[in-house]
């Protein structure tokens, strides 16, 4: 799948082994979550330490109170929300995006998502890449405003352009889904990619996802290896399960099921129910070793207990037969 915001969109098909489907997930991440509190907090320091906008050093009497270096000293949130709020007020962009973030998450004053909106428009308009990236997500998502895929798609590139790595990812996936723009492969792919050379997880994980599908690229499953272990060894669940999708039918690689488990059993370790689903199937059918129903029963009801209707097609596979469970022909036709 590729990814964008944390939401999965996966594109499937099946066939069937004595009722089981299997699914065949490869699929984009969907729209990159924003970044955490931690790497915002980086990021604050990080632009803080840079050039003044002003004349006064007013936002950086914000970041001592955010991060004092004094020993036994703690964050004083109030205050730095204080002076990032003089400095902002005078057309400070690093102040302006930082009053943003701490409407946004409540830090320092009280949550507003309104009120982050706001901040983040004016340093949007200042030019600070951080802030076009957050508008273009809260666009996107309907967050302190309607949601908008062009106002997302507008921001989005106005952060790309800038070189702003999950923006570029996420540029891409709305070019791969044709969200507020005519949908290309082509320039989903040249996005994933700027991204993905400059270390996004996710868009390695998509990168890998069009070589998979032969999407914007020519299909090419060196291509796909190249990209998704990558992603996958940075706990990315969608690279995993693509990665062991690839080991268990021997796309570009020997067919090695014991691989494959590995990589579906680290993204269904995650909740993933698509990976779930998948180990299930391979204990099932005995691929990597032994049946064993038992096993299988447990991933399926994981999976089947967040709504993925093939494992709850297996499920009631199992309930009827009898496998790794006592028959049940009630629960079998639940």
């Not at 970041?63 to 004092?68: D, K, S, V």
């Not at 929300?81 to 003089?86: A, S, T």
């Not at 680290?266 to 990597?288: R, V």
Request: charged share 20%; net charge negative.
């Amino acid at each position: 799948m590729d990814a964008l915001f944390g939401n999965q969109d996966r594109a499937a098909s099946s066939t069937e082994a004595e009722h089981h489907s299997e699914v065949i997930p490869s699929y984009e991440t969907a729209i990159s979550t924003r970044p955490t509190a931690d790497q915002l907090a980086e990021l604050m320091e990080m632009s803080l330490g840079g050039e003044a906008q002003t004349g006064d050093n007013t936002a950086g009497s914000g970041l001592a109170y955010m991060n004092p270096k004094d020993e036994g000293c703690s964050p004083d949130y109030s205050k730095a929300f204080d002076w990032y709020l003089k400095a902002a007020n005078q057309g400070n962009a690093i102040a302006q995006n930082n009053i943003g973030y701490m409407y946004y998450d409540g830090i320092g004053t009280t949550q507003s998502y309104d009120k982050a909106f706001v901040w983040y428009q004016k340093a949007a308009g200042n030019n600070n890449v951080g802030a076009q990236s957050m508008l273009g997500y809260m666009y996107y998502h309907g967050i302190g405003t309607g949601a908008n895929s062009r106002q997302a798609f507008y921001w989005y590139s106005e952060a790309a352009k800038q070189g702003n790595p999950t923006a570029q990812n996420n540029l891409g996936y709305m070019y791969s889904h044709g969200q507020g723009t005519v949908q290309d492969y082509y320039k989903a792919a040249e996005w994933y990619r700027k991204a993905a050379d400059q270390g996004d997880v996710t868009g390695q994980s998509n990168l890998g996802y069009l070589y998979l599908e032969g999407k914007g690229v020519i299909k090419d499953f060196s291509g796909a290896l190249k990209w998704l272990p990558k992603a996958a060894e940075q706990g990315n669940v969608a690279a995993q399960i693509n990665l062991g999708y690839m080991y268990e039918h021997g796309k570009g690689t020997p067919q090695d099921y014991l691989k494959a488990i590995e990589w579906y059993r680290k993204a269904a370790d995650q909740g993933n129910a698509i990976a779930q689903t998948n180990l299930g199937n391979l204990y099932y059918q005995g691929k990597g070793g032994p049946k064993d129903y038992s096993k299988a029963f447990a991933w399926y009801l994981k999976a089947a207990n967040q709504g993925n209707a093939d494992a709850q097609l297996a499920l009631g596979s199992m309930y009827r037969d009898g496998k790794g469970i006592p028959k049940d022909h009630d629960k079998a036709n639940q």
